[in-house]
């Protein structure tokens, strides 16, 4: 009876302790396993070389979303945004490319603009800057291309 009682209550610390370390996981892992509260919009891109789904969207600094798709449309780079439904965006909103120190992780960062129409669920941001290729100017210098 001791024994089942002892077994019984190891049980459910184990249990909730596999609980704990899975929310902890989704929690810091920033994922999604219900849709949440965002919307999508559409951002076209020359080359999205270096940005990954699951990338971070900034304004000012400040994480706004997160990049849920990448896909090739025509001969230029569809990045799908899903953008927090609190953040407002307009029809001049610019998109770029970033990266996090010299040879850090990319980012998409947003220039929210203001002067046109709100931008609804799928549409598309048409304004946008590709990131910078450090290897393609390496190139260009090493090989006497710079202009």
């Known amino acids: 009876m001791e024994k089942t009682k002892l077994e019984f209550i ?18 810091l892992g920033k994922l999604e396993l219900i849709g949440g509260d965002v919307y999508e919009v559409i951002a076209q891109f020359n080359s999205a070389s270096g940005l990954k789904a699951g990338s971070a969207i900034e304004i000012a600094g400040v994480e706004v979303g997160r990049v849920r798709a ?46 046109g129409d709100p931008l609804k669920p799928g549409d598309t941001i048409r304004d946008t800057e590709s990131g910078l290729d450090l290897e393609e100017l390496v190139s260009q210098y090493v090989h006497g291309n710079v202009k």
């Open 10 to 27: 190891v049980g459910v610390f184990v249990l909730v302790g596999i609980i704990c370390l899975g929310y902890l996981s989704i929690k």
């Open 70 to 115: 990448i896909r090739l449309n025509e001969d230029r780079a569809a990045v799908v945004l899903a953008v927090d439904n609190t953040v407002k965006l307009y029809t001049d909103t610019i998109a770029s490319i970033k990266t996090r120190g010299i040879i850090g992780e990319k980012f998409l960062a947003l220039s929210p603009g203001g002067g």
